[in-house]
């Protein structure tokens, strides 16, 4: 089983940036994919971004492409998401997720393990 812990929330005014990292532990990660996803309140879970850890090969939601920059560092067991241009609709709780099913997926369900959540709140 691999271990998340995410970070790097916080509040943010319309137009800033902001970037999240998620520490994993516990498993090598070279069979695995990455994803962020978000909840805001009030809706369901959404797939935001995906990174095949070894090969780095990456896929976004229509909602965050050219704005959000999803990568890995292997010295430290991270991924990160770049988040830039922030609208308030991006506000939500940003969940990091790993998966052994292969290729790039975007449902929830084929994640296996989760972080804990940080909250990100952008103001108009």
């Known amino acids: 089983q691999v271990q998340l812990v995410e970070s790097g929330g916080g509040l943010v005014q319309a137009g800033g940036s902001l970037r999240l990292s998620c520490a994993a532990s516990g498993r090598t990660l070279s069979n695995y994919g990455m994803g962020w996803f978000r909840q805001a309140p009030g809706k369901e879970r959404e797939f935001v971004a995906v990174i095949r850890w070894s090969a780095g090969n990456t896929w976004y939601a229509d909602s965050v492409k050219g704005r959000f920059t999803i990568s890995r560092d292997f010295a430290v067991n991270t991924v990160y998401l770049q988040m830039t241009s922030l609208k308030p609709e991006d506000t939500a709780v940003y969940y990091c997720?790993?998966?052994?099913?292969?290729?790039?997926?975007?449902?929830?369900?084929?994640?296996?393990?989760w972080g804990q959540g940080t909250q990100v709140a952008v103001s108009s």
């Open positions: 997720a790993a998966t052994g099913v292969p290729g790039l997926p975007t449902t929830a369900g084929y994640y296996h393990s």
